[in-house]
């Protein structure tokens, strides 16, 4: 997401290759007025947006620097709205959440990503199946929880949602439980009855917090539907989803500008780890090229134990890294979500996310290929690869159904990848990366 903004953002800088020159600052701002309204921002809100990047230009030198932090600073002022960021936790447990948005906006999923969020950050999470009006709507949720292994509170057949609300809220008290998410019923279009039905689930479970689930790619629709909601049940946040489909952006300036709600989360994926906070800063960051540290480290500090991140690093010094561990690394990277996301975060590394696409770390061919290899060997050889000679290596080829020469390339590539990790684990290791790529000599 986007993409169009931050593109049109680096064309508009490089009109502005003269100090003081207030022709080209001029030119600049006209390409990113047609660049915002193309990518859906309010009229309304790309006037004030490029009226405040013009006086704080103009109120000293006009020139490139100054024109990118004068729109870094007011873009985050922008998608900076009055509230919370990221999770809240009440004071006391559970936190209940009410999950609220139209049909297809992905609110359901949504909400099995956000309990996914809070699961890897060592929270019990309660799911409340109170969307009765979707044919399958439970089940969907069912099928999801079962797959996350996420704690599912349902009613066979039950029609009111406002009994399984109630019950689910005794049991996450009963049973100790961090947070609560309640999933409620959307309609095709904003009715009466839907809203009638979600204030009685709120007047019933009185939520710590209403979370908004707007699609992303729904532009001006998308904030007048929030707007409405807001109206109707005090929203405290929005969460975009599918916000890795949409290159626009038009939707979060709008909602967190002309209604004044905090965009608290995005959806950057189809798999349940594809979540993360909306730190308007960070996203800002992102969008000039200089990455988002901050939230790369967060997702890392999630995912890996440091006990076993510092098991793993004795194992790589002594050389002892074996196939089982390789295994359960990429098990854990593949909760990191997809690489165009996590290149992205990385600063200057913002062109190459785009080049890369939405690489699948769990179903890209070569990974499936080397899942399979791997899992054709014996507990042995998984932990002593000197163990694979040739027989052994024409029956992982049969196993995983690829060539010999393939599975050979694969364990070579293992071994080099092994002791190139060892050596630089040792004391000097930067050190000497820094003469390998001063001398050309990073190995292949």
């Not at 100790?176 to 009685?200: C, F, H, P, Q, S």
């Not at 510092?310 to 854990?332: A, H, P, V």
């Not at 990385?346 to 080049?355: E, F, H, L, T, Y």
Request: net charge positive; charged share 30%; hydrophobic share 40%.
């Amino acid at each position: 997401m986007f993409e169009q903004i931050s593109e049109s953002f680096r064309s508009a800088v490089n009109k502005l290759k003269i100090i003081d020159d207030e022709k080209a600052l001029k030119n600049a701002l006209d390409t990113l007025k047609k660049a915002l309204l193309k990518s859906d921002v309010h009229h309304k809100v790309t006037k004030e947006l490029l009226s405040l990047i013009e006086t704080d230009v103009k109120s000293g030198t006009i020139g490139q620097k100054q024109f990118l932090d004068a729109i870094k600073k007011n873009l985050t002022d922008v998608l900076t709205a009055p509230g919370n960021q990221g999770f809240v936790f009440a004071s006391k447990p559970p936190t209940v959440v009410l999950m609220a948005g139209l049909q297809g906006s992905g609110k359901t999923t949504t909400t099995v990503k956000l309990a996914n969020y809070l699961k890897l950050r060592k929270k019990k999470v309660l799911i409340a199946a109170c969307d009765l009006q979707r044919l399958a709507a439970v089940e969907q949720l069912k099928q999801l929880c079962e797959a996350n292994e996420l704690d599912l509170y349902y009613i066979e057949d039950e029609t009111n949602p406002i009994k399984v609300a109630k019950n689910a809220l005794e049991k996450a008290k009963k049973e100790l439980y961090d947070v609560l998410l309640v999933d409620t019923a959307g309609r095709l279009a904003i009715d009466e009855e839907l809203m009638e039905e979600i204030k009685n689930v709120k007047n019933t479970i009185n939520p710590d917090e209403i979370f908004y689930v707007a699609d992303a790619m729904s532009g001006q629709d998308g904030v007048r539907s929030a707007s409405t909601f807001n109206d109707a049940l005090s929203i405290t946040g929005v969460i975009l989803s599918k916000f890795d489909a949409d290159t626009k952006g038009g939707v979060a300036l709008g909602i967190a500008k002309q209604i004044g709600i905090p965009l608290r989360f995005i959806g950057t994926g189809e798999k349940s780890s594809n979540i993360e906070g909306f730190i308007p800063d960070r996203i800002v960051g992102r969008i000039m090229g200089e990455g988002d540290l901050a939230t790369l480290v967060e997702k890392t500090n999630a995912i890996f134990d440091e006990k076993d991140v510092k098991d793993i690093t004795k194992k790589i010094k002594k050389g002892k890294f074996t196939f089982t561990d390789f295994l359960n690394q990429l098990e854990s990277v593949k909760k990191l979500g997809n690489m165009k996301n996590l290149i992205g975060m990385i600063p200057g590394m913002g062109n190459m996310a785009s080049k890369i696409g939405d690489m699948d770390l769990e179903n890209s061919k070569e990974i499936l290929h080397i899942k399979a290899m791997i899992n054709s060997m014996t507990p042995k050889e998984r932990e002593n690869p000197e163990l694979l000679n040739n027989s052994r290596k024409r029956r992982l080829a049969q196993g995983a159904g690829l060539e010999q020469v393939e599975v050979n390339r694969f364990i070579k590539q293992f071994s080099n990848a092994s002791k190139l990790a060892k050596k630089f684990s040792n004391k000097g290791a930067m050190k000497n990366m820094a003469n390998m790529m001063k001398n050309n000599q990073i190995p292949r």
